[in-house]
């Protein structure tokens, strides 16, 4: 129901859009989120979008990252800019029925990740 794409690597203070292609259903009726996990860390929440487009950030990336819902193409875009060696990490789509938490447990719904790398 979810596929994510749009990683890379890039250079710090570089910029990437990643992509969350959704179901309509899912699109329509769930709020998406963005969780990214680093290697030997917690998965964390990075942003989430409600069906209303509310939205709510992390504070690590609050200014540089920002969400937003393509209704034309049912997907789920997180543009990211001035890129840090610390947002290094595999970022995942989700999607709950619930209204913008970024707890992990509140999505039902995964994708399989896709890879950002930050490094010169």
């Known amino acids: 129901q979810l596929a994510e794409s749009g990683g890379g690597l890039v250079q710090p203070g570089g910029s990437l859009r990643l992509s969350c292609l959704a179901s309509?259903?899912?699109?329509?009726?769930?709020?998406i989120a963005w969780f990214r996990q680093a290697p030997g860390k917690e998965r964390e929440g990075v942003s989430c979008i409600s069906i209303q487009n509310s939205t709510l950030y992390a504070d690590s990336v609050k200014g540089r990252f920002t969400i937003s819902r393509d209704n034309a193409n049912t997907a789920v875009h997180l543009q990211m800019n001035n890129l840090k060696s610390e947002d290094t990490a595999v970022y995942y789509c989700a999607a709950s029925a619930a209204t913008l938490y970024l707890k992990s447990g509140w999505y039902d719904y995964w994708g399989q990740g896709t890879q950002v790398t930050v490094a010169a």
């Open positions: 309509k259903f899912t699109f329509d009726y769930y709020t």
